[in-house]
């Protein structure tokens, strides 16, 4: 796996390598979309251009990273406009601001894994393109992302906000540029759920950067549109995942706790884009942008990723699993990244008290793969019985609301492949799920108290024969029952 550095010499996003995300490795081909702004700014050298020194910088970071210019000047996005950008092959150039006539056609073919898109002064230059842009310039902007998204390399999307013009001569042009496209192109992106390079903001108080004709910044400029796109690109491919899982989440958020007060080069991620030498609150809100939305529902998770270690660390609060036996790390083997293997005769996780079944709803789900019958996958220390079960025949069972009957599904789980299993309590009963689909149901509630620890991959007294043989993956609980499509969503 190819691994991006960042020292403080190079001034960009700090990131060690020591497991980062799998698409950081495959996101190394940029293709910079756009107009004069793009090609050269304003000049016929587009090697002063921001996607010029966009490559600098990331090919510091990582040389296999490529970056190729499909700017074109005076284009735009509007398909009946003055030189649409996808038309280009239409149109006879009399002027040499342009790569190839045939930009927008090559940008496809070069199957980029990162595309940067930076378009809107062009729809404000003229009254025939001022004339589509309440009516056309949305879905035409949404139509070329829409050409690039399809591509079979299904490349990440950045979108720039043009820069501000200046010039008292395009002061018309300066108006609607604030007034209508800016929010446009905050529009588009939001619908693609791409960030945001906000050259408008950043220029708005760097007039000393502009050229003569005030609308196009210098190679200085320049370098700062291209710092921009690179620390947008690095946040997306790379992001502070302290711990390599993939994900950035409050596991990361624990690693730098662990880290505070030092000048630790892996978690002092702020202020952009060096850092100031200690981990600190700056660090830990730089972190945070990055953090999966957190569900608040969500009380325990258990990932299960780990590679090594007698503990399972709870992504969602801090309900830690202890591993007891020697079961078998199994990092790539699991659902989503690794899982655990248990070997039916000692091995459980020993997990702290989570909750009270009888105190309010609840929802379990995990993935399991067994080829055995007859075991326990969860249950509460001192209960009367067990939370979830597979009986003698292979189906699942639950015995949470002893001493009323037990609830089993109609079909079994031990095919030795993987199943998503849900069990789901509130005050109108329980419900199990096999893969997503409703497998039993009933009115029962339960009604006699558990207050003791979590023991997952054998049964409440620990017996010799409840001990579970298999693997598990993203055990997760929660304090509410959740509905049949959040299951469903969850077993995908």
Not at 212 to 231: F, L, N, R, S, Y
Not at 252 to 276: E, F, K, L, T
Request: hydrophobic fraction near 40%.
């Amino acid at each position: 796996m190819k691994c991006l550095f960042k020292t403080k010499q190079m001034g960009l996003i700090l990131i060690l390598c020591i497991g980062l995300p799998m698409h950081t490795a495959m996101a190394l081909r940029v293709a910079c979309v756009g107009d004069s702004h793009t090609y050269s700014g304003g000049t016929s050298v587009p090697d002063v251009s921001y996607p010029a020194q966009l490559e600098t910088i990331l090919k510091q970071l990582n040389p296999e990273w490529e970056t190729k210019n499909f700017g074109v000047s005076g284009a735009t996005v509007l398909e009946q406009g003055n030189l649409p950008y996808i038309h280009q092959a239409d149109y006879t150039f009399p002027w040499k601001w342009c790569l190839d006539p045939n930009a927008y056609e090559l940008a496809l073919a070069y199957e980029p894994d990162v595309v940067v898109f930076q378009f809107g002064s062009n729809a404000t230059m003229n009254l025939k393109n001022i004339g589509l842009i309440d009516e056309h310039f949305l879905a035409d902007y949404n139509a070329l992302i829409q050409t690039f998204d399809e591509l079979p390399s299904k490349p990440m999307i950045v979108i720039c906000q043009p820069p501000p013009m200046f010039d008292p001569m395009y002061s018309p042009c300066a108006t609607i540029l604030k007034e209508q496209i800016v929010p446009l192109v905050t529009e588009v992106a939001a619908a693609w759920h791409a960030p945001v390079v906000d050259f408008y903001t950043a220029f708005q108080d760097l007039r000393h950067l502009y050229k003569a004709d005030q609308m196009h910044v210098t190679a200085a400029g320049a370098k700062i549109m291209a710092d921009m796109v690179a620390e947008a690109i690095l946040r997306m491919t790379v992001g502070p995942d302290l711990n390599g899982d993939g994900i950035v989440d409050t596991l990361d958020m624990h690693i730098m706790v662990d880290h505070w007060g030092r000048d630790d080069s892996a978690c002092d991620i702020a202020p952009a884009p060096s850092g100031d030498g200690i981990v600190d609150i700056q660090d830990m809100m730089a972190l945070a942008e990055f953090m999966e939305p957190v569900d608040t529902r969500l009380i325990m998770r258990l990932r299960l990723d780990e590679a090594c270690g007698d503990v399972t660390n709870d992504s969602a609060l801090e309900y830690d699993g202890i591993l007891n036996g020697n079961p078998m790390w199994m990092p790539a083997d699991g659902i989503s990244g690794g899982a655990l293997q248990f070997d039916g005769m000692d091995d459980y996780i020993a997990g702290p008290f989570v909750l009270d079944p009888t105190k309010g709803p609840l929802s379990f789900c995990a993935w399991v793969k067994t080829s055995e019958v007859g075991q326990v996958i969860v249950s509460q220390a001192g209960a009367m019985n067990d939370w979830l079960s597979i009986d003698s025949s292979g189906r699942l069972t639950t015995g949470l609301s002893y001493p009323s009957s037990i609830l089993t599904s109609t079909s079994g789980i031990s095919d030795d492949t993987w199943h998503h299993i849900g069990l789901v309590s509130d005050d109108s009963g329980k419900c199990l799920y096999i893969d997503g689909v409703e497998a039993a149901t009933d009115k029962a509630l339960p009604i006699l108290p558990s207050n003791g620890s979590l023991h997952i991959g054998v049964g409440k007294e620990l017996d010799p024969d409840s001990f579970f043989t298999g693997m598990m993956d993203d055990i997760r609980i929660y304090n509410v029952a959740l509905e049949p499509s959040e299951i469903a969503e969850l077993a995908k």
